[in-house]
Each structure stands twice: as C-alpha cells, then as structure tokens.
C-alpha cells in the first residue's frame, strides 16, 4: 500500500471504499475505536491494518489458552485440532477496505491448519481446495461412510503423507455485496462480475497473482487467451454444478432477478444524493444510474 494508491482509491466508489469504510457512510463505529472511518493516508491505513492485526492476535492468544489446558490435561497429542475460517477480507484490494467484498483471494482464501496423531508434521500445502473437502478428508481419516453425492475432494494422503491432492482449479462466488464467480488457476484470478455492488467492477477481470498478489492490475485486456480459459472453465462448471443440483436453476440468478445482493440492493439512490455527489464524485454517479437504472424505477 502507498499513498498513490490511497489518493487513486479515494475517486472510487462502493459499499467499503476508501471514503465509506462503513458501508456507504464515512463515519466511526460506536465499540470500534480501531476502526476509521475512512482512509485518506498511510496513517489510517495503519490503523486499520493495526485493527485488523489485534483481532487476530485476540485469537491467537485464545487459541493458545486452549492448547496449554489440552497440554495441562496430556491430551494434546491425541485430539485432532482443526483451525480455520469462515471468509479473509480486502484491505485495499479492489478498492475494498475493511470487508470481505468480492469473489477474489483475499476474501475466498482462509487458513487451514490440522494437527492430529499421525500426520505428516510441518507440511505446508500450497495446492487448491475447497473448505467443504474437508468433510470428505474427515471421512477419510476415519473410515467413515461418504455420501456419493458430496462434491469434496479428499486430501487425507497430504496430511499422512505429504502427497500433492489439490484441484486443477477453483471456482469461488460472492452473492451478499456483489455478484461475481471466478475462477483460480495456475497464477491467474478470472473474475466475472455479474452486479459490480455499486463499485463500478468491469465485467471481465484478470490478475496474475505470482506477479500481482494484491490484484492491482487487471490483464483481461492483455491475455484473452487466458480469459477465454476461465470462462470455458466456468461454463464447464456452471453445467455440472446444474445437472447435480435438485433444483431447476442457478441460486445465483435468484438473487439477480431480486434485484441484486443483499448489500446493495435499494440503496443506490441514497447513496449517490448523500454521498457522490456532496463529495464531487458526479461522473462515477452517472455511471451507476447508467447501469442500474431499476433502482431509480
């Protein structure tokens, strides 16, 4: 993060932006102290990264409190501890501060840390997986009964073995503030906005994540080729995500036809007349009222 990119991000717009980290306000939260109200520099990015950094160092004390009881008790080497999480969040990326926003890595990818009696120790697993492969990797592990029907992989030979088990590629969606699906693979992050949630996100993007870690850049322009890979890929898994479902479409298209995802839906005109505009950013609320004019109806 610089402060180029702090003055670049602030003529954004959306939910979470660097001039509304609360949602579509740029006011403090009551019970938040760490939390600014929006970012205009390096300083209030250290503040919120400085937050963000006591929440986890809050559990990883916690989680420390619990393996010294499970020492205490001499049991610590014959329980399985599993540590994860539900979501990670942007902190800049995207133009997003402070949320997990968007169908990218910072919001899809979360920790996985397994200890358990006879796993292969200190292993790191840097392939691709689902969270719910954890199920079929319990199931594995214990010689339990899988449901055919399941869509989780197993990677129980990584954790005895140390055995490479990811998947060729991931498709990762957000429906609560956009609408997007994407494809990870190899280097690359394929994002496909279907509502951009206010944000003005083009509707094909591409980021090489080796090169780009914090999604900067966007190469669908540069790359077709590579683009038109990730939406074969998403077609191929949109078909066999169908003909599996035991309903008759994709739930996305639900939250489509209602009017867009939870976040953002009805709110725009609030927005533009309260805060877009006030903060001289009339082009962009144009463009918003250009693309969802069934807000304005």
């Known amino acids: 993060m610089t402060e180029e990119k702090i003055k ?10 660097a001039r ?15 939390h600014p109200a929006e970012i205009k520099d390096m300083n209030d990015m250290r503040m919120l990264i400085d937050g963000y950094d006591t929440g986890i160092r809050y559990m990883d004390d916690h989680l420390g409190m619990l393996m010294e009881e499970l020492e205490r008790q001499g049991i610590e080497d014959d329980v399985m501890i599993i540590i994860t999480g539900d979501h990670g969040e942007n902190l800049g990326e995207l133009g997003i501060y402070a949320e997990h926003g968007t ?16 796993s292969k120790e200190g292993h790191v697993d840097n392939e691709l997986h689902y969270s719910l492969d954890i199920l079929t990797t319990l199931c594995d592990l214990l010689d339990a009964r899988k449901s055919d029907d399941w869509d989780g ?7 005895t073995e140390g055995k490479d088990n990811g998947r060729d590629y991931l498709v990762i969606s957000q429906n609560a503030h956009v609408c997007q699906r994407s494809v ?22 591409l980021y090489d994540l080796k090169a780009d870690p914090h999604e ?3 190469l669908s322009d540069e790359h077709p080729e590579v683009v038109k890979e990730a939406i074969e ?3 191929t898994w ?26 953002a839906n009805g709110h725009l005109e609030m927005y533009i007349n309260e805060r877009l505009i006030p903060t001289g950013r009339t082009e962009a609320a144009e463009k918003l009222r250009e693309r969802h004019p069934h807000e304005f109806k």
């Open 8 to 17: 670049e991000d602030r003529k954004l717009v959306g939910p979470h932006s």
């Open 20 to 34: 509304e980290v609360d949602m579509f306000w740029n006011r403090l939260i009551p019970g938040f102290p760490r």
């Open 103 to 118: 169908a990218d890595k910072y919001t899809c990818n979360v920790p996985m840390i397994i200890k358990m009696p006879g």
């Open 153 to 159: 992989q197993s990677y129980a030979s990584t954790l």
């Open 184 to 205: 990870r693979f190899d280097n690359w992050l394929y994002i496909r906005t279907y509502h951009d949630g206010y944000h003005l996100f083009d509707k094909h993007q």
């Open 216 to 218: 900067t850049t966007d």
């Open 233 to 235: 890929t998403l077609a």
């Open 238 to 263: 949109h078909d066999e995500m169908l003909s599996k479902m035991n309903v008759p479409h994709d739930p996305m298209w639900t939250v489509l036809k209602e009017g867009g995802p939870y976040h």
